[in-house]
């Protein structure tokens, strides 16, 4: 029997996104469950860190959202053949991670003033290093972001996309063509795009959203 | 014909230690390269991102220290059976990093007074959570951090624990019974006990080392 799967996440694309593109990809029906901050503060006790998102698989309720995209991707046929396929990816992802951590951080700063510091420092210094080794690797790699063919690496790259386009005020894209072509090798697949029409609007950043882009 | 492995990192153990620990433990033979500050500055363009530890293996170089120790893992026969059994290692080793960016950035921190009301927070907070749900997990799995039985997850859990006793001023681990057995069941390892003796004393946190508890 079909596992039953659920996604607990706020009511925002964010870290469970990927996830839902993963499932969606594979047809694997989900339940896309989606929470008030009232209704987290109840579910909250129920998970493994007091942490979303989580993947309910038959009940069983995991936390952490880059492991889970690295099992369903195995799952749904966007993993590696072999453990060294496997490690060039998981390297890509953790890559984007350390660019990721950046960013966020810039993003949910509190103070306007340092805020726009470390926008300043980011759109200086860190994207053009990430962003350019990035786009390298992509362009090694055929416009993907790993393994020279579609991988569960460029459904992460894909949704960080959207929320960098969110959060960081200049256009900084043209820059990386090859970048680009790995959004748009993602953004291809006929099920993604139906999901990024029907899909719930962004609560939490709502300036971009993927679908101007299909 | 076995792969040629190098480890490039600093002359500490940090994130480079739970690599040399599994090639060790999977007999596999690796050259240990330990970098000086003037020596890094010129091997630093040549690796992916600029970052170390990296692992070399026929000539290819590889960064991100999890990615290696998954892989490694996989290899060396810690890995799960199956991809459910590699992901509850993934979440278990995932949580870790949680807990270990709190502890790092506290150990990082240059200001001594912001530093020290970091680490009251921490022995106050976040370990007692953190640790409190992994004594948890590692009861349940008999003494080990994933799976009931030994996984690179048990390695990646050691070698933080020897991190933490050099740079939390407390002694917290008596209140947490089963994570120290976890920490024995891996250096029961000979293989393992033979590499402590012997491994170069740590340049970066020297006041705890591994060898005292064997």
Same mark, same amino acid.
């Given at each position: 029997?079909?596992?039953?799967?659920?996604?607990?996440?706020?009511?925002?694309?964010?870290?469970?996104?990927?996830?839902?593109?993963?499932?969606?990809?594979?047809?694997?029906?989900?339940?896309?469950?989606?929470?008030?901050?009232?209704?987290?503060?109840?579910?909250?006790?129920?998970?493994?860190?007091?942490?979303?998102?989580?993947?309910?698989?038959?009940?069983?309720?995991?936390?952490?959202?880059?492991?889970?995209?690295?099992?369903?991707?195995?799952?749904?046929?966007?993993?590696?053949?072999?453990?060294?396929?496997?490690?060039?990816?998981?390297?890509?992802?953790?890559?984007?991670?350390?660019?990721?951590?950046?960013?966020?951080?810039?993003?949910?700063?509190?103070?306007?003033? /340092?805020?726009? &510091?470390?926008?300043?420092?980011?759109? +200086?210094?860190?994207?053009?290093?990430?962003?350019? %080794? #990035? @786009?390298?690797?992509?362009?090694?790699?055929?416009?993907?972001?790993?393994?020279?063919?579609?991988?569960?690496?460029?459904?992460?790259?894909?949704?960080?996309?959207?929320?960098?386009?969110?959060?960081?005020?200049?256009?900084?894209?043209?820059?990386?063509?090859?970048?680009?072509?790995?959004?748009?090798?993602?953004? /291809?697949?006929? &099920?993604?795009?139906?999901?990024?029409? +029907?899909?719930?609007?962004?609560?939490?950043?709502? %300036? #971009? @959203?993927?679908?101007?882009?299909?």
């Amino acid at each position: 029997m079909a596992p039953v799967y659920k996604v607990h996440y706020f009511d925002i694309h964010g870290r469970a996104e990927p996830i839902r593109w993963l499932l969606t990809y594979g047809n694997l029906k989900y339940e896309d469950v989606r929470y008030s901050s009232e209704d987290w503060a109840k579910f909250k006790p129920s998970t493994p860190l007091g942490q979303m998102p989580c993947l309910e698989v038959d009940g069983k309720i995991i936390n952490q959202s880059t492991p889970i995209c690295r099992y369903l991707g195995k799952i749904v046929g966007l993993g590696g053949k072999d453990e060294w396929e496997n490690l060039l990816i998981d390297v890509a992802v953790e890559n984007l991670g350390d660019l990721h951590k950046k960013i966020m951080e810039m993003a949910f700063e509190g103070d306007a003033a /340092k805020k726009k &510091t470390m926008e300043e420092d980011l759109v +200086k210094k860190d994207l053009p290093f990430f962003l350019g %080794k #990035f @786009d390298e690797t992509a362009k090694k790699n055929g416009g993907y972001f790993a393994l020279n063919r579609l991988t569960w690496a460029d459904f992460m790259f894909t949704c960080a996309y959207e929320t960098y386009k969110n959060v960081i005020t200049p256009d900084v894209w043209s820059k990386y063509p090859n970048l680009l072509k790995v959004k748009d090798n993602v953004l /291809k697949i006929q &099920t993604l795009q139906d999901w990024i029409k +029907k899909r719930p609007a962004n609560k939490m950043f709502s %300036k #971009f @959203d993927l679908k101007e882009e299909l």
